[in-house]
């Protein structure tokens, strides 16, 4: 049996967010139908969830870039300190 521990998964969600937060727009997902969707303001509830999906990679691009630099420094001194 395989449990996960609290320090597994921050690393595991950390990773994912890293992943969305590195795709590139122009290269990867116009590529393949996932181009800028144009926001409606106060949210459109008809709205696809594939449109959703993009504005929530461009969200994680837009206002997680400086957190993320401070996290992944962060279990980069963990990791070298008492990995």
């Known amino acids: 049996m395989m449990v996960l521990s ?3 998964l921050l690393y595991f969600t ?3 967010v890293n992943g969305l937060a590195i795709l590139n727009e122009e290269r990867f997902l116009a ?3 996932w181009g800028k969707v144009e926001p409606t ?3 459109d509830p008809n709205q696809s ?3 959703k999906l993009i504005n929530l990679i461009s969200a994680v691009r837009t206002l997680l870039r400086i957190p993320l630099i ?3 420094l962060l ?3 963990y990791e070298l ?3």
């Open 41 to 43: 303001f106060g949210g």
């Open 6 to 8: 609290l320090g597994q």
């Open 81 to 83: 300190l008492l990995g």
């Open 31 to 33: 590529r393949v139908g």
């Open 49 to 51: 969830i594939k449109a």
């Open 70 to 72: 401070v996290l992944n």
């Open 14 to 16: 950390l990773f994912m």
């Open 75 to 77: 279990v980069i001194v």
